[in-house]
């Protein structure tokens, strides 16, 4: 029914808490998973903090590809960068058979206003891809 499965990180704890999910997806289905990290392009464009981001979001997803890999996982890592929700839904819309697994901190009001803006408009702008969110709570949330 699908043919990969794409898991969004973007350095964060919660956004890997979604990853565990995807992992366990990915082997019970036999499907590669694919780490996507989206870099918001940043405000002052210089290519020496470009290019030391970049080496650092490599190295980032490297070890979690490689940390998958060693437990069976056929994983592959995509770093793209721009404007986080629309480089997603770019990238798993390109393919119609993907599945997308996103982590959500579950808050709502005013709190899911710092958190959960770019898994809102993900969901909203998604055309084809089916997305599958993760309330990733932490120990002390309420």
Do not use: F, N
Not at 37 to 45: A, F, G, K, L, W
Not at 56 to 76: C, I, N, T, W
Not at 107 to 117: D, E, P, W, Y
Request: glycine residues 8%; aromatic residues 4%; contains cysteine.
């Amino acid at each position: 029914m699908y043919s990969k499965i794409i898991v969004t990180l973007d350095g964060s704890a919660y956004a890997e808490r979604a990853l565990p999910h995807a992992e366990a997806l990915a082997k019970g289905l036999g499907l590669k998973l694919v780490l996507l990290q989206v870099v918001p392009y940043p405000e002052v464009q210089d290519e020496a903090i470009e290019d030391d981001r970049a080496k650092e979001d490599r190295e980032y997803m490297g070890g979690l590809s490689e940390g998958l890999k060693s437990r069976g996982v056929d994983a592959k890592i995509e770093v793209l960068w721009g404007p986080v929700a629309q480089k997603i839904v770019e990238y798993a819309d390109a393919d119609e058979k993907a599945l997308l697994v996103m982590g959500s901190h579950g808050r709502t009001g005013l709190a899911r206003l710092a958190v959960g803006i770019v898994t809102e408009a993900v969901l909203r702008d998604v055309k084809t891809t089916p997305v599958l969110v993760c309330r990733c709570l932490s120990h002390d949330s309420k």
